[in-house]
């Protein structure tokens, strides 16, 4: 194959901060690229560091630790490794896939990369929920991607449906890719734009809590929230799933239905907060589950002059139980999705990534607990924001669009 036909992966992303996160980033669509359109993959970074004796997890440490003890010289001789790969991918790639990482901050990486990068076309993912644009601290590292030649896209999968739409174009290099993404910019140039079609100036600033029983819908109203209002996310879960990744104790507790340490879930939920700008909305899917989280919660919005609205999502047991037993979760949108259709064919029907079910999900002893703590300590912690006048129950007996409408009307009173 001519170098004209081949194509480069790059990952974005915190290659010197958290191997993990990297190699999580990794895009996932080495086998379709090489396999269905017959692409070669050139400047690999994960491949070039392991055929240099300095495989990623290794790398990832050593850059962190010149970084962080300020050995800046030797930090630069060290990032030559990576400035390897890139000449190759500058000099064959007909263009570039591109997905930063969460992590990723615009530093002395980033900006490399970029640099390198410029001028290739650029096929950009941000996430199922915009979370490039808007919703974690890669935005400096979007905007630097963002150029002329670039597109931006939600999921692997859409990539994958443009260029199979478009193949033949991309069978004949940079030049014809970069008319082809500047003729779509031409007829739109707002294509690269993410609108949220149902933001509302009422919305602006606020500070939402959904609570409920597990099941009950929490992650899927407030990730409306965001998708469709331009709220910030925090999901309990998501947050601790991806802390459970690096500290696998925490990962086996929660697996058997325990609940993390309060002093982790208020760290994260500070973090979260301590993040925003005044004007910046941001919806909690289920934190604050014990009374010295809420109470911490509670405080601190104090501090930062912030007013809070507790939702709570209201279902009977029976349908609890239904839907944890049903539930499947993707790692890759970081939704869940519950039906029988689900287990029988588990796949997101958003990116084509295989569903997997949470341990703590398919043990009878683990749903006891979480139906447990659900009575002693969220329920407790419902009444101390009841008490308060913070509350507002909805029916969870109904389609996720009418649970919605109700969220939304009781915001923008």
Partial sequence: MSYKKAVCYYRSGPIERDPGAAFHAKNRMDNVFTEEFGFKIVGDTFEHLTANNCPQAVYGAKMKKLRDRGKFAEYCRSELLLTMSLREVRRRSAFTVVRPAPEASGGTTSETVMMWLKGIPKLVIIGPHGEGLLDNNSTFVIRMLIDRYALVFNTEKEVIEFVREHVEIFRHGREAIRQMIMAIKGVNPYVNDRPKPLYDERLEGKTVLIQGRPGAGKDTQARMLQDLCGFKFFGSGFALRRLSAKFHTLGESLSKGN?????????????????????????????A??????????????????KLVVIVIDINEDLVRERIILRRNCDSCEMSFCGKEFVERPICPNCNIALSARAENMNEESIKKILAWYKTDVETVIKFFEDMGLVVHVDGHRTKEEIFDDILSILRK
């Fill in 259 to 287: 609940l993390a340490p309060e002093i982790i879930i208020n760290y994260l939920i500070a973090q979260s907060l301590l993040q925003l700008e005044k004007f910046e909305s941001i919806v909690f899917s289920g934190a």
């Fill in 289 to 306: 589950k014990k009374p010295g989280e809420a109470k911490g919660l509670f405080e601190l919005l104090g501090l930062l002059g912030r």
